[in-house]
């Protein structure tokens, strides 16, 4: 893999990601929603040690995941854009926004997760896939 790099919306928080990820993923649980302000969240889960931030102005929030296991949401606090996540449940990787790439030619996701919690319209769209699945006969 290319080095892969990455900001928030006013430049003052960069990353460089320097492994391929795992997994990438479109979340849909409540929690997701709430912090990105829209139906989901796109994620790509990273080794940790293979993630690097910089900057002066992150901040966090603590919440607890779905497994009630803490996990930590990281933002920059000047513009607020929210950057990755780490959480207990997964201590050796990163959750990294994918949004926040600064080039996403390549980025695609791979799996649906949470879709209990899809938003209804999502639901009824015929333009949703779930990337998880292989299409049934």
């Not at 892969?4 to 320097?18: D, H, I, N």
């Not at 050796?92 to 319209?121: H, Q, R, Y």
């Amino acid at each position: 893999m290319n080095e892969q790099t990455g900001q928030c919306l006013c430049g003052a928080m960069k990353y460089e990601v320097s492994a391929d990820p795992i997994r990438s993923s479109i979340c849909h649980c409540s929690h997701c929603q709430k912090a990105s302000g829209s139906a989901y969240s796109i994620n790509m889960i990273i080794p940790r040690d293979a993630f690097k931030i910089t900057g002066k102005t992150l901040v966090t929030y603590l919440d607890r995941g779905g497994s009630g296991k803490e996990l930590r949401r990281y933002f920059c606090s000047t513009c607020g854009s929210p950057l990755y996540t780490e959480t207990d449940a997964m201590p050796n990787f990163t959750i990294v926004k994918a949004g926040t790439l600064n080039d996403t030619t390549n980025f695609k996701p791979n799996i649906n997760i949470f879709c209990e919690s899809k938003m209804d319209w999502l639901k009824q769209s015929n333009k949703t896939v779930d990337f998880g699945k292989a299409p049934s006969q």
